[in-house]
């Protein structure tokens, strides 16, 4: 006798670090949404111990819970999330967002009438109404430079241009276009494609994972695409908060790895030494603010 495998229209990964009470809203408003689609959530809990995996499983006990037991960061804790879906299509999901009503269903069919998108996101807002301005360009060599380092300020004005290119000032994310990056806090993409460029790269720790991601989508033939009509409410910044100068650590670190993929090692090596000042004066003022640098 033969039976049918039905499969979830759509497979969610939370990557979750000590976020239990942000997660336990963004589990609740999934719920919601069990009406319009059959989803599947698989939370990854890295070594959390605020009681978070117990919460998971009273409160959505049909969540997938991964414990790793260790952190495997974002990209290494996606990665893994990813192994369990079964679903067509992925959405990666911060635990500090909050699903808006019909919100999965519209970026689940836009994403299946344009099948040249291989990477989808919607309109962000903060919990107060305000409007995130996300998605961006690629960031260039020339613009690490500007950015992170003294050259930034001595070539203000050009730094300033490059800036409202890079973040499409002007555009106030009220309709639908092709973009360059979008945020992996809420990230839509088919399962074969996540499979066919492998994800993350777990070089990447928290940082230009998005930039990281989107660049090879695009270097595989597809678009990158912003819905406007499409809304969710995002906290932003729950877990790298609770210890924000290893945050700081780490986003030097991945931003050094990104230029180093993508720009060579000897371009990397005059950013890095230029960027040392910055560095140092970001952490010396971290240190004096009284920010953590370990994980508790």
């Not at 069990?34 to 969540?63: F, K, W, Y």
Request: charge should be negative; proline fraction near 4%.
């Amino acid at each position: 006798m033969w039976f049918a495998v039905i499969m979830p229209d759509l497979s969610i990964v939370i990557v979750n670090y000590n976020t239990r009470e942000p997660l336990r809203r963004c589990l609740k408003s999934i719920q919601q949404e069990h009406d319009r689609l059959d989803i599947q959530v698989i939370v990854v809990d890295n070594g959390s111990r605020d009681g978070s995996a117990d919460m998971i499983r009273q409160e959505m006990p049909e969540a997938v819970v991964i414990e790793p037991g260790r952190n495997t960061w974002f990209s290494g804790g996606n990665n893994l999330g990813v192994q369990y879906a079964t679903a067509d299509y992925i959405l990666v999901l911060n635990p500090d967002t909050l699903i808006q009503p019909g919100m999965l269903q519209t970026m689940l069919t836009y994403m299946q009438s344009h099948p040249g998108v291989g990477a989808l996101t919607c309109q962000m807002r903060f919990p107060d109404g305000k409007l995130q301005s996300t998605c961006s360009r690629i960031p260039r060599y020339l613009d690490l430079l500007l950015g992170y380092t003294f050259l930034g300020v001595i070539l203000a004005p050009w730094r300033d241009r490059r800036r409202a290119e890079m973040w499409y000032t002007g555009w106030n994310r009220d309709s639908d276009r092709s973009v360059e990056v979008i945020p992996d806090s809420c990230m839509l993409l088919p399962t074969k494609l996540g499979t066919q460029i492998g994800m993350y790269d777990e070089q990447l720790k928290l940082y230009f994972t998005e930039d990281d991601i989107c660049k090879r989508i695009i270097a595989a033939g597809y678009e990158v695409h912003f819905v406007a009509n499409a809304l969710v409410l995002h906290e932003e910044h729950a877990s790298v908060s609770q210890v924000q100068r290893l945050a700081s650590q780490v986003y030097f670190e991945d931003l050094i790895t990104f230029s180093r993929t993508y720009y060579g090692g000897l371009a990397t090596l005059f950013l890095q030494t230029l960027m040392w000042p910055t560095r140092r004066a970001m952490d010396a003022a971290q240190r004096l603010r009284g920010e953590r640098k370990a994980i508790a």
